[in-house]
Each structure stands twice: as structure tokens, then as C-alpha cells.
């Protein structure tokens, strides 16, 4: 069944939530997407759908650089796609999409906190490199960057915090 990348409507709310709780096992994350739509702006909030039934969501809300002057940058979180359908590239589809709505929004860069050998094959690197912490503790290899417009992060150095929904999670 062909996977079909679109926007986001208020009828795919139900659909979405189910798939953040199938793909992480609880409310958490799909508890996050509820209170970024009220919350957050601009959003990125994309599906996949196949054969009528959403299979697949990406979210990208903004972030800001603590302790210098940012870019307009994007934070990549949740993505998830339903445990049936994993590995099948929707997830990557997911990925190339959103980055090009985050370009459309005229967001500069986007970062995200997620699997190292994953996020790499879209132009993702150590956020280290640009001088970036991440707010959480986490590895230097899994919280990452990507420069949608080049050279936009540089002098950018800082600590990346993302909305405050984020704390709930």
C-alpha cells in the first residue's frame, strides 16, 4: 500500500496519537504532541498515511540557543512511525519532508536528540560541532544539527532549549 507524506489536520488527531503510543509504548510522547499544537508556533506536524489509516507522524517545534543570539532553528521531536510498518523508509520519508517544511517556515537549522546511525544520512552531525549543547544530559553522538541554511549556525554556541512541554516528557 503506497505511503502518502502530508500536512497534518485536525482529523488525524486520534490517528496520531495512536501512533506515538504504539511506536513508545506510552502516552508521553503523544501527551507532548497535544500541548505543542496549543503551545507551540510555528509547527511542522506531518503524517503518514496508507490505505486511509495514519501510520506515521514527524514534529518539529522551535527551539532557542541559550546564551547567544540563534538563527530561527527547529527542534525534530516526536517522530514515530507504528511498529508494523517500521524499517519500510517511512520514517525517513517522514524526516525528508519535514526538513523541507522547516525550510518552507524559513527556519535556518534544526536539531534533534535521537539514534546516532539514523539521523546522520540526512545531514545531521554532533551538535558539538557547532558549539551546541543539548538542556538534557544525554550522549554528544545522539543530540544533533543539520544547517538548512549554510553556515547559518555559525557564532551561534549555546545551549539548546526546547519548549517547555518538553520538561513533561
Known amino acids: 500500500m503506497p505511503i502518502q507524506i502530508r500536512r497534518e489536520c485536525a482529523a488525524d488527531i486520534d490517528g496520531v496519537r495512536a501512533v506515538n503510543i504504539a511506536a513508545f509504548g506510552s502516552a508521553a510522547e503523544a501527551d507532548l504532541v497535544e500541548a505543542l499544537r496549543i503551545e507551540a508556533t510555528p509547527l511542522a506536524s506531518l503524517v503518514a498515511e496508507a490505505g486511509g489509516t495514519i501510520v506515521g507522524h514527524i514534529m518539529f517545534s522551535p527551539v532557542t540557543v541559550v546564551g547567544s543570539v540563534s538563527p530561527f532553528m527547529m527542534g525534530l521531536a516526536p517522530m514515530?512511525?507504528?511498529?508494523?510498518?517500521?524499517?519500510?523508509?517511512?520514517?525517513?520519508?517522514?524526516?525528508?519532508?519535514?526538513?523541507?517544511?522547516?525550510?518552507?517556515?524559513?527556519?535556518?537549522?534544526?536539531?534533534?536528540?535521537?539514534?546516532?546511525?539514523?539521523?546522520?544520512?540526512?545531514?545531521?552531525?554532533?551538535?558539538?560541532?557547532?558549539?551546541?549543547?543539548?538542556?538534557?544530559?544525554v550522549p554528544d553522538d545522539v543530540f544533533m544539527a543539520m544547517e538548512l541554511e549554510p553556515g547559518s549556525l555559525r557564532g551561534a554556541s549555546g545551549t539548546i532549549r526546547y519548549h517547555r512541554a518538553f520538561a513533561n516528557v
Open 80 to 137: 514515530a512511525v507504528v511498529p508494523a510498518r517500521q524499517r519500510e523508509g517511512i520514517g525517513s520519508a517522514l524526516v525528508r519532508e519535514g526538513l523541507a517544511a522547516c525550510e518552507r517556515l524559513g527556519a535556518s537549522a534544526v536539531v534533534v536528540l535521537g539514534h546516532a546511525a539514523f539521523y546522520p544520512r540526512f545531514g545531521f552531525a554532533p551538535a558539538s560541532r557547532f558549539g551546541l549543547t543539548c538542556e538534557y544530559d
